[in-house]
């Protein structure tokens, strides 16, 4: 008689022991946060352009990225890691923002991007607050006279393929009982190239955008006319990707500091002596000495250091600041800020409350 006892049973349950484990292995990747493994890569995979969106993200002459939106990657880059240089930008078509995101290609999209209903429930992405106001407009050449989008009556528009003004046209056609041909272009060259050589009577697109374009591309602002805002006004925000509440939040939290700061008149140029007065008497503004850094409590919940307000501020800026050095009185495009501005300006801009 055999007086072991059988290990038939322990081996059964070994094997389902580890069955069950790398059943769950996946998930357990997967609950891993983006910031995680950002810290773990030591670099930010930001999202670019196949191209220039003049403005918003371009290459200058010596080949680094600029622009609005890469401003948030930099600032990103700078809570994490104390500098916004730590950032890989990937360039990519409109169409292929939502696909890398996904893929994991890249961590975020900061690129123009529309906050949806369509893009929150049937992409597996979650957006941040809104970081810019923009509504979609017409351009037209104001040698044809048209005064108003129902004038477009029987054209060829021309607009940027894979972004959320084509469906916001086919809308608008419906609702104002309007016809006419749309042509879509996936490189921002080539679609302003097909306008401006005759091959559109309309350039449909989101207005600052617009701006940008006639302020670069014409010697007389004054041959092309932005009709009044006739399609829709959208906010843009940030993509990540789903599910993942502590990158979501590290990100919505970037772009309110920013916001903040200048609503409380810190700026890059003035951070460093509102900190030092701060660190020799923090008891005179407990709430800014938390907020700068020099006490504790914007950090650690957010997986950030305590200073990193600091940081983003001194490395990139407060919004206005951002504003007015890509799109604004400091750039070539002058853009004015409508929209944009602060909500105690009169503006749509406002974020959510450091307690």
């Not at 191209?51 to 600029?66: H, I, L, R, T």
């Not at 697109?205 to 092309?224: I, Y």
């Not at 006004?233 to 920013?258: G, S, Y």
């Not at 501005?341 to 503006?347: A, E, I, S, T």
């Amino acid at each position: 008689m055999n007086t072991f006892p059988s290990l038939t049973p322990l081996l059964r349950w070994t094997a389902s022991a580890f069955m069950a484990i790398a059943a769950i292995s996946p998930a357990m990747a997967q609950s891993k946060s983006t910031l995680d493994a950002i810290k773990d890569r030591g670099n930010l995979r930001c999202s670019a352009h196949n191209g220039s969106f003049p403005g918003f993200f371009e290459v200058d002459d010596k080949g680094a990225w600029k622009g609005f939106d890469i401003q948030f990657c930099k600032a990103l880059s700078a809570a994490i890691f104390g500098s916004p240089e730590k950032v890989t930008y990937v360039p990519l078509s409109w169409a292929q923002r939502f696909p890398s995101l996904i893929s994991g290609d890249v961590d975020v999209v900061f690129k123009a991007t529309g906050w949806t209903l369509s893009r929150d429930t049937k992409q597996k992405i979650d957006f941040s607050i809104p970081y810019f106001v923009g509504g979609f407009q017409f351009m037209v050449p104001t040698t044809s006279k048209i005064k108003t989008g129902k004038e477009l009556n029987g054209a060829t528009v021309c607009t940027a393929s894979g972004t959320s003004i084509e469906p916001v046209l086919a809308d608008y056609t419906a609702s104002e009982k309007v016809k006419f041909q749309i042509v879509t272009y996936e490189k921002s060259e080539e679609l302003q190239g097909a306008y401006f050589a005759g091959r559109c009577d309309a350039l449909a697109g989101w207005g600052p955008s617009l701006a940008v374009t006639r302020a670069q591309k014409v010697k007389d602002p004054a041959s092309q006319t932005i009709l009044p805002i006739s399609l829709s006004l959208e906010p843009v925000a940030a993509a990540v990707r789903q599910d993942d509440k502590k990158f979501r939040t590290a990100v919505n939290w970037v772009i309110a500091a920013m916001i903040r700061a200048e609503e409380l008149g810190i700026t890059s140029s003035n951070v460093d002596a509102m900190r030092a007065q701060l660190t020799s008497n923090p008891a005179s503004n407990p709430g800014l000495a938390k907020f700068l850094g020099v006490q504790k409590g914007v950090g650690a919940e957010l997986g950030l250091p305590d200073t990193w307000v600091y940081t983003v501020i001194k490395s990139v800026g407060n919004y206005g600041q951002v504003y007015e050095r890509e799109l604004g009185a400091g750039s070539p495009y002058k853009l004015d800020r409508a929209s944009n501005r602060l909500w105690k300006n009169g503006g749509l801009i406002y974020g959510p409350v450091f307690d």
